[in-house]
């Protein structure tokens, strides 16, 4: 497994208490194709994440599951100054994960697609990602009938293939990623998150019935990566 900070938020470095300022997002990415022992990661997780890890049906969603909690763990216990394997977790609004007890309130998100694992770190603020395959079988035309306000339904139907799908999946990601964020879960409707604005900035202009809080800022990450079917 390589896991290295993505390129606009941090420069080569390696993860440590001291590198993660107050302000700032760590982006991390792994691609576990190039993976460490599968055993090795399994021996990190706790006993319900091991028990959660033996539920899958398929081994693929099994192997997965290892590796990208396996990620998460290495990366805390850095952060942490601790053994991966020592890191205590818990759940909070919504079954979001989190630290118990955490003097440097760290906070941290996971996201995993196929060989793709992100995890985004920061101290005293919540943060959300989310990573989601293209699977050439996908409907999105569907999902972009519920998922989309009515300014982003009219902005897609204005464009051409292959924007369009580009654009709803860089939205899709925003939207998910924002409600992982709050740990809302189902709470907050996705066709009521509008993105279709410049979302990097905090002076948009919200859409009818947009339920997004604007002071949150929200960036789309290339990573131009090409996965095998088969993870």
Known sequence: MTFMPTERFVPSMRPSASTLSE?????????????????????????????????????????????????????????????????????????????????????????????LVL???????????????????????????????EREQTVLSSLVEPAQAETFFSWWTLKEAYVKALGAGLELPLDRIDVADGFETRSPVPARGDLRDHRWAMFTIPLDLIIPEHW
Do not use: I, M
């Open 119 to 149: 995890c985004a770190l920061a101290r005293d603020r919540e943060v959300g990602v989310d990573v989601e395959w293209r699977d050439r079988e996908f409907s999105w035309h569907d999902v972009a009938s519920y998922a989309c306000s």
């Open 23 to 115: 302000g700032d997002v760590h982006v991390w990415c792994a691609d576990v194709r190039d993976h460490w022992p599968e055993s090795v990661l399994y021996d990190l997780l706790n006993e319900a994440e091991q028990v959660r890890a033996r539920s899958f049906a398929f081994e693929e969603d099994r192997r997965r599951y290892v590796h990208a909690h396996g990620f998460l763990r290495v990366l805390l216990g850095c952060y942490l100054g601790q053994s991966p394997g020592s890191v205590r977790l818990t759940t909070g609004h919504n079954g979001k994960p989190c630290l118990p007890s955490d003097p440097r309130a760290l906070r941290f998100n996971l996201s995993h697609a196929r060989a």
